[in-house]
């Protein structure tokens, strides 16, 4: 899995971008928020999501942790596909979108092209219990952000065969030592010196 790509960018337009890391050329499928955010950059670092199909490949790059995170929760929905959630994220932010899930916003949803009513009350009651999980019931972005963070650094000591119990426990009292807004290193690291 490539989790992100860091050069400079040698081709851009709102709905694509290359970037150049390590000789090769990397073509990414953006959306137009993340385009408004490195549209005067050079060099940009894009934290990216490879969808693999039978007969493709497509590499979607995401400005901030916090898109890629809603983009991958959109398309878990069934019939919402990686191109039809990069054009929810090009109509909304990550959370604005969140907030429509969580408040049923149905209208926010029928707004966005390719999005029928049907459609926008199957995301939102896909997404609304998994969401207000994942931020507690504030809808502040820095909950959702750190949040983000959180699941990550969980993610990664999972994967390294730690308990789930036990690790949430440690990056709970982790992030009030660091802060909410904390680099997933620091938190991986801080965790595994207490679990190991």
């Known amino acids: 899995m490539i989790s992100f790509i860091k050069g400079p960018i040698i081709t851009k337009s709102p709905t694509a ?23 005067s950059l050079k060099e940009v670092k894009l934290h990216t999501y490879l969808h693999v199909k039978e007969d493709s490949h497509t590499l979607f790059g995401f400005f901030e942790p916090v898109e890629r ?13 990686p191109n039809t959630a990069r054009v929810v ?11 429509a899930i969580i408040s049923n916003n149905v209208a926010a949803f029928k707004k966005v092209k390719g999005i029928g009513p049907k459609s926008a009350q199957r995301i939102i009651l896909d997404l609304k219990d998994k969401l207000v999980k994942d931020a507690g ?54 965790a595994l010196k207490q679990l190991t």
């Open 17 to 39: 971008v290359e970037i150049e890391a390590g000789g090769l050329g990397y073509d990414i499928h953006i959306s137009l928020h993340t385009y408004s955010q490195i549209e």
């Open 69 to 81: 995170f809603m983009f991958k929760h959109l398309i878990s929905v069934s019939g919402v596909g």
């Open 89 to 99: 994220l090009s109509s909304m932010t990550a959370e604005e979108t969140r907030m």
């Open 137 to 190: 019931q504030n809808p502040g972005s820095t909950v959702f952000v750190s949040n983000t963070l959180q699941n990550e650094a969980l993610s990664a000591l999972l994967a390294l065969g730690f308990n789930k119990a036990k690790a949430s426990k440690v990056l709970q009292s982790l992030m009030s030592e660091f802060g909410q807004d904390a680099p997933v290193e620091q938190l991986i690291k801080g």
